[in-house]
DNA sequence: GTCCAGGGCCTAC
DNA sequence: GTAGGCCATGGA
C-alpha cells in the first residue's frame, strides 16, 4: 500500500528531482548544513562556499576554523556545524582519498556504521548522504516524514512518534519492510513525502483538500489501522 | 516578539 | 536510560 501511496503522489507532483545539490560532494555538504536548519539559509552557506572556493574536502580541512565558520554563519549553529563539516572531510580524505567514488563497492551497512562513527553526523544525515549522495537504498526519515505519514495515517498507533526512543530505526524499519525497493524509488518517495509535508499540507491535523487526501485514502484503501 | 526549520551531542538525574 | 538544554540564523 505505500506503493500505492507513492504512485499517487508521483502523479500528483511528478518527480521532485530531490536533493539539490552540484556534486555528490555538495550533496554531503547540504545534509550536514540543513541539521535542524530551514533550506533557504543552507543555500546561502553553500553559495558562501562557492564564493570562496571552499567546496572541496582539502580546502575544507585546511583552511582556518574561523573562517569557515563566517562562511557558513547564514545556516546557523555555525561553530558546531564547521567542526562537522572539518571531521567528515578529514574522514573522506584519510579513508577515501577525498573522493566520493571510491565508497562505491563498500557495503552499504558498512558505510553507514563509518558515517555514524563521525562526531555530527546521526541517523538522519547518514541516511541522506547514503541515499541522495551515494544513490544508495536507504529510505530517509526526517521531520517531513514524520509530518507526512502522521497527516496521512494519523490513528495508527503502530507509527512511532518522533523523538521518541528508537523511533528513527522503528519507522524506518516499517517503511522499508512495506515499501522494497531501490535507491532511485527511496529518493523520489522520500522527496515526495516532503513536498506533501511542506507544500500542501500546512494545516494540521489533516491534510483535507490534499490530492492524496489523508482519511479519503486511507479509509478508502480498507486498512484502516495499519501502515 | 515569538515560533519554527530537512539534528545531534552533552549532561544531570 | 531518559529528559532537557544547548548550539544560532533567518523567515513567517
Known amino acids: ?14 518527480d521532485p ?24 539559509n543552507v543555500e546561502r552557506a553553500i553559495s558562501n562556499l562557492k564564493e570562496r572556493s ?33 571531521a567528515f572531510c578529514a ?15 563498500v557495503p552499504v551497512l558498512d558505510l553507514r556504521n563509518e558515517l555514524l562513527a563521525i562526531g555530527g553526523i546521526g541517523n538522519e544525515t ?12 536507504v529510505l530517509v526519515i526526517d521531520a517531513y516524514t514524520f509530518r507526512a ?8 498507533p503502530e507509527l512511532p512518534e ?4 528508537g523511533s528513527y530505526g522503528t519507522m524506518q524499519g516499517l517503511l522499508m519492510g512495506l515499501l522494497k525497493g531501490d535507491a532511485c524509488l527511496y529518493n523520489r518517495f522520500h522527496a515526495l513525502l516532503v513536498l506533501l509535508g511542506k507544500e500542501r499540507c500546512r494545516t ?6 490534499c490530492p492524496v487526501g489523508p482519511m479519503c485514502w486511507y479509509a478508502s484503501s480498507g486498512t484502516e489501522g495499519r501502515a
Open 204 to 209: 494540521a491535523p489533516c491534510c483535507i483538500g
Open 91 to 105: 574522514y573522506l580524505l584519510e579513508r577515501y582519498e577525498g573522493d566520493l567514488e571510491m565508497t562505491r563497492d
Open 54 to 86: 571552499l567546496l572541496s574536502p582539502s580546502a575544507m580541512t585546511s583552511v582556518q576554523a574561523n573562517v569557515l565558520s563566517e562562511a557558513i554563519r547564514p545556516s546557523g549553529y555555525y561553530n558546531r556545524k564547521a567542526a562537522r563539516l572539518r
Open 126 to 137: 547518514a541516511d541522506s548522504i547514503l541515499c541522495y549522495a551515494l544513490d544508495r537504498p
Open 1 to 14: 500500500m505505500l506503493m500505492e501511496l507513492h504512485t499517487k503522489l508521483f502523479l500528483e507532483f511528478g
Open 149 to 156: 505519514l502522521s497527516r496521512i495515517f494519523g490513528s495508527c
Open 162 to 165: 518522533r523523538g521518541s526512543r
Open 17 to 40: 528531482q530531490w536533493w539539490p545539490g552540484d556534486t555528490p560532494f555538495e550533496v554531503c555538504i547540504g545534509a550536514i548544513l540543513t541539521q535542524n536548519t530551514s533550506w533557504s
